[in-house]
């Protein structure tokens, strides 16, 4: 059982990846995966250690951000091409999820992709550091690879909202723009597939996490390395509360 639930994330994870550009509902994605609403978000969260909704926010995001660095579409442009219909909803869950306004990213990105995170005290008050946050997550071994899931939290667990968060389309570097300063665990989650050639391909659970590390206004933050574990579902289960369902 725990296989084809493993199995039905992956293939919700991949439609996600297909279709954040339309508009998708969470809904639309459960009926597509033959789960109820209630039961795909208590097994993707499980599973992931966010929801779904959240996950495919962080899809969205992550083209957004892409978008609003290299593109020159506007803001409402890169609102509907990331599959949302009101830029007042995009504008506000972008800021949510990365600290930022979307015109302000653009601003901090445009002169350079790497360019530090600018102002470390926000609009909201909230001191950041000068630095972006780098790391790098590692597969449990060179044959596998998967979608995995960056989020930032207080506690060493994927409990509630990351503060911030990104989706690597596989293992590797990430990037978490203005982090808010105090104590905190950068949690990664993956259902990396292992490649052998000529089996057929099997999909685990990994987790893997990095904390508490320090955030200070007046430094950059070090790197960090966070490396995969494979886990079962099992276990994930006793450390991961889902989120009531709400809408995309």
């Known amino acids: ?3 084809a639930i493993t199995q039905a994330v992956v293939s919700v ?5 297909h279709n954040f550009r339309e508009d998708l509902t969470i809904n639309e994605i459960a009926q597509a995966a033959g789960f109820s609403r209630f039961h795909l978000s208590r097994e993707f969260t499980h599973l992931i250690g966010v929801s779904p909704r959240r996950f495919l926010r962080a899809i969205r995001f ?4 892409r978008l609003l660095a290299e593109s020159g579409l506007n803001i409402a442009e890169i609102s509907h091409t990331v599959g949302y219909s009101s830029v007042g909803t995009f504008s506000s869950c972008f800021k949510s999820c990365t600290g930022v306004t979307p015109s ?10 790497r360019a530090d995170a600018g102002d470390p005290h926000p609009a909201t008050g909230t001191p950041t550091a000068p630095a972006p946050l780098r790391g790098h997550v590692q597969a449990p071994s060179e044959d596998q690879s998967g979608v995995v899931f960056v989020g930032l939290f207080p506690t060493p667990f994927p409990q509630g909202h990351p503060v911030r968060c990104t989706v690597l389309p596989r293992p590797g570097a990430f990037v978490l723009d203005t982090v808010p300063t105090g104590r905190w665990h950068v949690l990664a989650r993956s259902v990396t597939r292992r490649t052998h050639e000529g089996r057929p391909a099997r999909h685990t659970p990994t987790v893997g996490g990095s904390g508490a590390i320090t955030i200070a206004a007046d430094h950059a933050p070090e790197p960090v390395v966070i490396r995969l574990r494979r886990v079962s579902l099992a276990a994930l289960r006793l450390f991961s509360v889902p989120e009531e369902p709400r809408p995309a």
Do not use: F, G, T, V
């Open 1 to 3: 059982m725990d296989s």
């Open 13 to 17: 994870i991949a439609n996600m990846h």
């Open 62 to 65: 992550e083209e957004a951000k």
């Open 104 to 113: 302000a990213y653009r601003q901090l990105r445009s002169a350079d992709p």
